[in-house]
C-alpha cells in the first residue's frame, strides 16, 4: 500500500479494466463526479491514462488533486498509473455494499465471468463463487449471439422483451449454444423469441450460481451485462428474492475500486462527532441515554 | 509360470509413439521441473538444506541416477500409487519405494491420446502417460506397481499399467466398519508380502519390518515436530517446501530422508531464534485441502504464497497425511505386525473414496483449531470427482464454524493461472478485511 | 518386546506392575510366607473383588463377591447389620476404586497378565474375539451376576421360607471361581498350607480351563467376571474415569486394537467423552498408545491423571545403557 499526502486532495480514481470495457470513475467524498467507458484496448495502461486525462479535463480537476488511483478487473496489473490493485470481486463487493448496504447477494455478470459474492457483516465478504472455464452468460458470450442473430449487442436486451414466447435454448457452452441458435434461425423462429430463450438460460445458469450460496437474501446485479433488460427481466422472475438493479451496474467495480482508497475515514466522522455533542443539550443526551 | 499376456489397451504399442514425441514429453518435463525449483529457491527466506530435497525431486537428478545403479546391483523398485501402501513392508523386503503418482504436465498428452478425453483426472492421466512414454526417470524403471484400488481413475489405471510392468492391485474396503474392513485389508497386506517376497525372492523378516516400522516412526515424529513450526506464530518453512519435504520422503531413502530432515529441522528452530518468517508477515493462514497434488504441480501453492498468504498446513494425501500417523504394534507376532501396519494405513486415512467419510471434516476442523487458519482452500484437479462431492459438504460446515473456504478447480496446464491468481487474490484480500472489521 | 516399548506415547505399564506387585504383597503376601501388611482389623472390612479369596489362608479381608453371596443367603436371617454394612462398603469401594481395582490392584488381574507375556514371548498372536462373541460373554457375565446375587437374595430373605436351600446354595460362584482352585494349589506348592488329595475337581477343572483361555485370549477371565461386571453396572457413577476427546480423535483404531479387553467403545464413540465402563478395566494401555497429544486420559473425578501423548523414539530402560538406540 502507498502511502500519499492527501491533503488538497480530495479525489479518488477507480480503474476497472475488464475483459470488455474499462471503466474509470472519478470520486470525490464518495459521490462521483465524472465517468468514462470505453472498450478495452491491447494497451489498458494507455487507455485507462488518456481515459482519466479526459474526465479530469471535463470537470476541471488538475491531475495534482488527485489522491488514490485503484486498478481493478483483470487488467489491473498492467495499469502503471494506479497506486494499488484490488482483484474485481472484493471491489465490486465493496461498490455494492456502498450502494445497497442491505444486499446480501452481489452479482456481477461481466464480460468473462460471472461472480457471485455473498456478503458478511460490515461490507466483507463471507464467500463467493465464480464461474469455472465455462463462459455462459456472460458478455462474450451476449456478443457471440448478438452476432449470430445479427443484432445490435445494445438492442438484445429490448428486442427480447417483444418476444411472446421464448424459445428452448439448452446448450451450456458458448460454441453449442451457438450452432443451436444458429439451428433455431434455419427453422425460421423469431429472432426475438431466441433472444429471449437464450436470456432464459442465462437467468437459470446465474440463479444456478445464486442458490449455491444457500443465501436468501436482497440480490444486487451489477456487471455490463446487468444492462441487458433482458436477462434482468428474466432473473426478476425465477430468482425468487428480492433484487436491485442500480442505473449503472457496469460502474460499480470502479466505483468500488476508488472507494478502495485507504482515505481516513475519521475526519468525517470527527466533525459529525463534534456537531452533535455540540447540538444536544446535557439534559436532552441524558433522557436519550436512559431511555 | 505365469503365460505372458497380450496387452490389453495399446496393442500396437511399439512404436506407437515418435520419438519425437517422446523427446518432447521428456523436454517439457524437465522444463517444467526446472520452472517450478526456480519458483521455490527464489523464494526468500529458505533454509539452506532444502537443496537436499530440491536435488531428490529434481527431474533427472542424483536420486534417479541412485536407483538405477541400485537396479543396476539387483534390488528391485516398487512403485507405490497412493499413501495406502505400507512403505515399511517394501522397504522390509529389501526393495525400494518410488511414488507414481505424477505432477507434470506434458505426459497428459499420450494418456490422451490413448484414452480419448475421458474426463479422467489429470494426475491419473499424466501417471498413465509417463509410463507410456518413459518420461520420467525416477518412475521409468519399476519392477511392480502397488495400486490400491481407491477413486475410479486409480483403480482402471493400475489396470492400464499392467500392459507395461507388473501390477498388484489391492481391494480397499471403502466404507470402515470397524474390524469387518480392517480383516480385509489385513488380509491384502498379507497378499502384497507374499507378492513383494516374490519380486524379490527375499523372506519379509520380522526383524526387518519392525527395524523399518521404527524409522518410519521416526520420520513420523520428525514430521510432527516439523508440524510444531509450522503451527507456530511465525513459521521458518513455506507450505510449499514444507510439501516438497514430506514428498521427497516418498521417493528418498527414510533413513537419509530422517536425517537430512532431522538436519532441516534444527535450522528451522534456529531461523526461528533470529526471528525471521517465510512469507509476508502478517500473512493469511491458509489451509489447503483437497485433491493431491504432486510436485512439480505446484501451481495452486505457489499462487496462494505469492499473493499474501502462508499455507500453514495442509490436508493432502500428498501432503501431512503422507508422515501422519505412526504405527503402533500391540505385540511382535508376525500377526501382530501385520495388523498395526494394516490399520496405520487405513483407519486414520481421510480419502475421499471412503464413506461415510466423517473424520476428514473433524480433522480439518481440528487443525483449524490449532493451527490458527483462516481460510481454506480447497483445490480440486478437474474430474476428481470424490473431492469435487465432498467440497461442498466441506464447505457448508466450514460455515458453521465461520471460517471461509475457496473452491478452485484446476487442470495441469498453466492455462488457468490467471483466473485462478483472481479468484486466491480476492479470498486473501477477504481474509484481511475480515482481520480488520475483527480488530475493530 | 523392548522394541515395542519404543513406540509408546506413554508408558504407564512399570507404573502399574509396581503397584501390581505391591497389593499382591499388601494383600496376600502373608499366605505365601511373606511378613503380614494387612491384617489389621479395618482392613477386615474392606472387602475387594478377589482380593484375597476366602481359600486363602489368614486372609485380611476377604473377596466382595464372597461376602454377596455369603451375605445375601446367610444375612437376613441373623443380622441385618453386617448385610448393611457390607453393601455400603461395596458401593463406596465401586464408587472411590470403580475398575482401577482391576487392572491395578487384582492379584488375578496380574496373573492373567503374566500369561499375556508369556504368550507375546512365544510369538503367538492372541485370539481375538469375533463380535458376536464377546456380546456373548457379555450376557454370560451378567447372567452369572443374576443367578448368584438375584437368587440369594431371596434365599437369605427368611419370611420366604426358602432357608432350607442355604446349604446347597452356599457359595455357588466359588465353587466354579478359577481364583480357588488357582490359590489352593499354589498355597500347597509354596507350602502355606500341607498338600491334602481333597483337591476340589471343579476348581481345578475350571482353573485350567482359565489357563488355556487366558493364554490365547488376554483376560480372560476379567471378560465373565460378575466382580468387574458388578463395578460395570456401577461405572458410570464410580469416580475414575477414561476420557476421550473426540475432537482430537484420528479414528486410528489404535485404541481398540492394543485393548487387551477388547473394549471398542473408545475408538467408536464419537459424541460423549466418557468412554469407559462395559469391558474396560482402566489398564490405560489405550492411553499409552494413542498417538494424539491428549486424546485419551484417564481421570479420577475432575483431575487427570495422565493423558495420551504423541510417541517419541526413546531409549527404552535396557536401551539407555546401550550405544546408538535412537538416531539423532
Ligand atoms: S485426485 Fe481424485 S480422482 Fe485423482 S486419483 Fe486422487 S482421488 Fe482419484
Ligand atoms: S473363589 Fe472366587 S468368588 Fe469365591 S472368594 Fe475366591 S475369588 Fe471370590
Ligand atoms: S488411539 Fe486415540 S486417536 Fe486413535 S482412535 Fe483411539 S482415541 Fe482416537
Ligand atoms: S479401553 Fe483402554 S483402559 Fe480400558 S481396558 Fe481397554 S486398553 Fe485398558
Redesign the interface.
Known amino acids: 500500500m502507498v502511502d500519499i499526502d492527501l491533503s488538497g486532495k480530495p479525489y479518488d480514481v477507480g480503474i476497472d479494466v475488464g475483459a470488455i470495457a474499462t471503466k474509470v470513475i472519478v470520486l470525490k467524498e464518495g459521490e462521483i463526479v465524472g465517468s468514462l467507458v470505453k472498450n478495452t484496448s491491447m494497451e489498458p495502461g494507455k487507455l485507462s491514462d488518456s481515459m482519466l486525462s479526459e474526465i479530469l479535463e471535463g470537470i476541471g480537476v488538475r491531475k495534482e488533486e488527485v489522491g488514490y488511483i485503484v486498478s481493478t478487473g483483470?487488467g489491473r496489473r498492467s495499469i502503471g498509473i494506479a497506486d494499488m490493485a484490488?482483484?474485481?470481486?472484493?471491489c465490486f463487493a465493496k461498490g455494492a455494499h456502498h450502494l445497497v448496504p442491505d444486499s446480501e447477494i452481489v452479482v456481477d455478470i461481466g464480460g468473462h465471468?460471472i461472480r457471485v459474492m455473498r456478503m458478511?457483516?460490515?461490507g466483507?465478504?463471507?464467500?463467493?463463487?465464480?464461474n469455472?472455464?465455462c463462459s455462459t452468460g456472460t458478455g462474450c458470450f451476449m456478443d457471440t449471439m448478438a452476432m449470430a442473430l445479427e443484432v445490435n449487442i445494445e438492442d438484445v436486451g429490448d428486442r427480447s422483451l417483444h418476444s411472446k414466447m421464448a424459445e428452448h435454448v439448452n446448450a451450456s457452452c458458448t460454441v453449442f449454444a451457438e450452432s443451436e441458435v444458429v439451428s433455431l434461425i434455419a427453422k425460421g423462429k423469431i429472432t426475438d423469441d431466441i433472444l429471449a430463450g437464450l436470456h432464459n438460460m442465462v437467468a437459470r445458469k446465474i440463479l444456478a450460481l445464486v442458490n449455491s450460496t444457500?443465501s436468501k437474501g436482497k440480490v444486487f446485479i451489477c456487471g455490463g451485462v446487468g444492462r441487458n433488460t433482458g436477462v434482468v427481466k428474466e432473473l426478476r422472475e425465477i430468482i425468487n428474492r428480492e433484487m436491485v438493479v442500480p442505473e449503472d451496474p457496469h460502474l460499480v467495480g470502479a466505483l468500488g475500486a476508488a472507494l478502495m482508497a485507504p482515505r481516513p475515514k475519521v475526519s468525517v466522522k470527527k466533525e459529525v462527532d463534534t456537531v452533535q455533542k455540540e447540538e444536544v443539550p446535557f439534559m436532552k443526551r441524558f433522557l436519550r441515554w436512559s431511555t | 509360470m505365469k503365460e505372458k499376456r497380450t496387452s490389453r489397451y495399446l496393442k500396437d504399442k511399439d512404436g506407437y509413439f515418435s520419438e519425437e514425441q517422446i523427446d518432447r514429453t521428456k523436454k517439457r518435463s524437465r522444463e517444467m521441473e526446472e520452472a517450478s525449483r526456480t519458483r521455490l529457491t527464489s523464494q526468500k527466506v529458505r533454509a539452506k538444506t532444502l537443496t537436499y530435497f530440491d536435488e531428490i525431486m529434481k527431474y533427472d537428478g542424483a536420486r534417479s541416477q541412485e536407483l538405477s545403479d541400485f537396479q543396476g546391483k539387483g534390488g528391485k523398485i516398487i512403485g507405490t500409487m497412493c499413501v495406502m501402501v505400507p512403505l515399511e513392508l517394501i522397504n522390509a523386503s529389501g526393495a525400494k519405494n518410488v511414488r507414481l503418482c505424477s505432477g507434470y504436465y506434458e505426459p497428459v498428452h499420450p494418456a490422451n491420446e490413448l484414452l480419448g478425453d475421458a474426463g479422467l483426472c489429470p494426475m491419473v492421466k499424466s501417471t498413465l502417460g509417463s509410463k507410456m512414454v518413459n518420461a520420467n526417470p525416477i518412475t521409468n524403471n519399476i519392477n511392480m506397481v502397488v495400486g490400491p484400488a481407491t477413486c475410479d481413475g486409480k483403480m482402471k489405471l493400475a489396470e492400464i499399467l499392467e500392459d507395461w510392468v507388473p501390477v498388484v492391485m489391492m481391494n480397499i474396503p471403502r466404507v470402515?466398519i470397524?474390524?469387518t474392513s480392517?480383516d480385509i485389508w489385513v488380509k491384502e497386506i498379507e497378499y502384497l508380502s507374499r507378492k513383494l517376497e516374490e519380486v524379490t525372492g527375499k523372506r519379509i523378516s520380522k526383524r526387518a519390518l519392525?527395524n523399518e516400522?521404527?524409522k518410519w516412526?521416526?520420520g513420523?515424529?520428525l514430521w510432527?515436530k516439523m508440524l510444531d513450526i509450522r503451527r507456530s506464530k511465525r513459521p521458518t518453512i513455506s507450505g510449499q517446501d514444507a510439501m516438497l519435504v514430506v514428498q521427497a520422503s516418498q521417493m528418498d531413502d527414510i533413513?537419509r530422508w530422517?536425517?537430512k530432515t532431522?538436519q532441516l529441522i534444527s535450522e528451522l528452530q534456529d531461523m526461528q531464534k533470529k526471528g525471521m518468517i517465510a512469507g509476508e508477515d502478517g500473512a493469511a493462514r491458509i489451509l489447503l485441502a483437497g485433491s493431491p497434488m504432486m510436485y512439480p504441480n505446484f501451481k495452486i501453492p505457489a499462487i496462494v504464497e505469492e499473493s499474501g498468504g502462508t499455507i500453514v498446513h495442509d490436508e493432502l494425501c500428498s501432503g501431512f497425511r503422507l508422515m501422519?500417523?505412526?504405527?503402533?504394534?500391540?505385540?511382535?507376532?508376525?500377526?501382530?505386525i501385520m495388523?498395526?501396519l494394516a490399520?496405520?494405513y487405513f483407519?486414520?486415512c481421510t480419502c475421499p473414496c471412503f464413506s461415510p467419510n466423517d473424520?476428514r471434516i473433524?480433522?480439518i476442523?481440528?487443525s483449524i483449531?490449532a493451527f490458527g487458519i483462516e481460510g481454506v482452500v480447497f483445490h480440486t484437479l478437474r474430474g476428481c470427482h470424490l473431492s469435487n462431492i465432498e467440497a461442498t459438504k466441506i464447505?457448508?460446515e466450514l460455515?458453521d464454524i465461520g471460517i471461509?473456504?475457496?473452491?478452485l478447480?484446476s487442470e495441469y496446464d498453466e492455462g488457468?493461472i490467471?483466473?485462478v491468481r483472481?479468484?486466491v487474490?480476492?479470498?486473501i484480500?477477504?481474509i484481511k478485511?475480515?482481520r480488520e472489521?475483527e480488530g475493530i | 518386546?523392548e522394541?515395542?516399548e519404543?513406540?509408546?506415547g506413554r508408558n504407564i505399564r512399570p507404573w502399574r506392575f509396581l503397584v501390581q506387585i505391591g497389593a499382591v504383597l499388601f494383600i496376600i503376601g502373608q499366605s505365601y510366607g511373606l511378613p503380614p501388611f494387612g491384617t489389621y482389623p479395618i482392613f477386615r472390612r474392606i472387602f475387594l473383588p478377589n482380593a484375597s479369596c476366602r481359600y486363602i489362608n489368614d486372609a485380611p479381608t476377604s473377596c466382595y463377591y464372597y461376602q454377596v453371596q455369603d451375605g445375601f443367603t446367610t444375612g437376613f436371617a441373623t443380622n441385618y447389620v453386617d448385610v448393611a454394612i457390607m453393601l455400603a462398603v461395596v458401593v463406596l469401594l465401586i464408587i472411590l476404586l470403580g475398575r482401577f481395582w482391576c487392572s491395578w490392584l487384582c492379584p488375578f488381574g496380574l496373573v492373567q497378565e503374566g500369561f499375556e507375556k508369556l504368550r507375546?514371548l512365544l510369538?503367538?498372536?492372541?485370539y481375538?474375539l469375533?463380535?458376536k462373541q464377546r456380546i456373548l460373554l457379555r450376557r454370560v457375565k451378567y447372567t452369572i451376576i443374576f443367578l448368584t446375587v438375584l437368587i440369594s437374595i431371596p434365599i437369605g430373605i427368611s419370611a420366604l421360607g426358602l432357608t432350607s436351600c442355604q446349604s446347597t446354595f452356599a457359595l455357588p460362584f466359588c465353587q466354579v471361581c478359577p481364583a480357588k482352585g488357582f490359590f489352593l494349589i499354589t498355597q500347597q506348592i509354596f507350602g502355606a498350607e500341607p498338600w491334602s488329595n481333597k483337591l476340589p475337581l471343579i476348581a481345578i477343572a475350571s482353573l485350567v480351563v482359565f489357563s488355556v483361555s487366558a493364554f490365547f485370549l488376554p483376560m480372560a477371565f476379567c471378560r465373565i467376571c460378575p466382580m468387574g461386571g458388578l463395578m460395570a453396572l456401577f461405572g458410570r457413577t464410580s469416580l475414575p474415569l477414561l476420557k476421550k476427546d473426540?475432537?482430537?480423535?484420528?479414528?486410528?483404531?489404535?485404541c481398540?486394537?492394543?485393548c487387551p479387553l477388547d473394549h471398542?467403545r473408545v475408538?467408536?464413540d464419537?459424541e460423549k467423552d466418557d468412554v469407559g465402563g462395559e469391558d474396560c478395566t482402566l489398564c490405560g494401555?489405550c492411553v499409552e498408545?494413542c498417538?494424539e497429544e491428549g486424546c485419551l486420559s484417564i481421570n479420577y473425578g475432575p483431575f487427570t491423571l495422565t493423558s495420551s501423548k504423541?510417541?517419541?523414539?526413546r531409549n527404552t530402560f535396557l536401551g539407555r545403557f546401550r550405544k546408538g538406540g535412537?538416531?539423532?
Open positions: 483483470q484490488r482483484t474485481e470481486i472484493t465471468g458478511g457483516e460490515m466483507v465478504i463471507a464467500d463467493f463463487r465464480t469455472d472455464k444457500r | 470402515k470397524g474390524e480392517s519392525v516400522i521404527k516412526n521416526r513420523h515424529e510432527s533413513e530422517n536425517k532431522s501422519s500417523d505412526p504405527v503402533m504394534l500391540d505385540g511382535i507376532t508376525r500377526k501382530g495388523r498395526g490399520e496405520r483407519f486414520p473424520e473433524r480433522r476442523k481440528e483449531e464447505e457448508l460455515r471461509p473456504m475457496v473452491k478447480e488457468d490467471e483466473q483472481t479468484r487474490e480476492a479470498f484480500e477477504m478485511a475480515r472489521n | 518386546m522394541l515395542m519404543m513406540f509408546k507375546e510369538g503367538i498372536p492372541r481375538r469375533k463380535w473426540p475432537d482430537k480423535c484420528t479414528k486410528c483404531r489404535i481398540a486394537r492394543v471398542d475408538y467408536e464419537m494401555k498408545y498417538p504423541r510417541p517419541r523414539t535412537g538416531d539423532t
